[in-house]
């Protein structure tokens, strides 16, 4: 038994090591780290948004009222895009202008202006969005990703939530999280 102790410390310790980070992992699971230099380059990158939308109101972040603003980057011929996009519209339409404002950047290259409409009638999308033409991808680029869709939900301009790939807007979990963050 002497012989092997060494060996049964080394695995107890290890298995501790190994259960303390699956723990930890699972604690802070969907939260940011505030030290994130992406985060804080998308938060950087907010204070200085000034949009036109595609009727031509000008938006300007630092202006909005609105405690959460979500920024979701789409294109027209993107079908994960556009599957998320019906529980994007029912989010939106649980909440005021002043609580929650949704920013949807397209970076559609050919045709854009056609290609909104398109979508917009397709959707029966009405005034939930503020959509944005992202013309040459340069919004889209300055947050340096590669594929689409992207969201990034901002709380009093700081990142409280990013996804690369579609997701369900209106689960109960993030309607949960939305209240959360309205009431700050």
Known sequence: MK??????????VFTGFVAGQVGWQTLTAGTLSKNDTQYSAYEDLFLKGKFETIEGKK?????????????????????PCLEEMPSLISLKKQFKNDEVQVLAFNTDEDEQLKNINKIVKKLNIKNEFNIIADKNTKIAESFKFSAIPVTIIFNRGKVVHFSNGPMDFNSPEMIEKMKKWIKG
């Open 3 to 12: 012989k092997f102790l060494p060996l049964i410390v080394f695995i107890l």
């Open 59 to 79: 938006i300007e972040n630092t202006k909005l009222k609105s405690p959460v603003v979500i920024y979701n980057f789409w294109a027209s011929w993107c079908n």
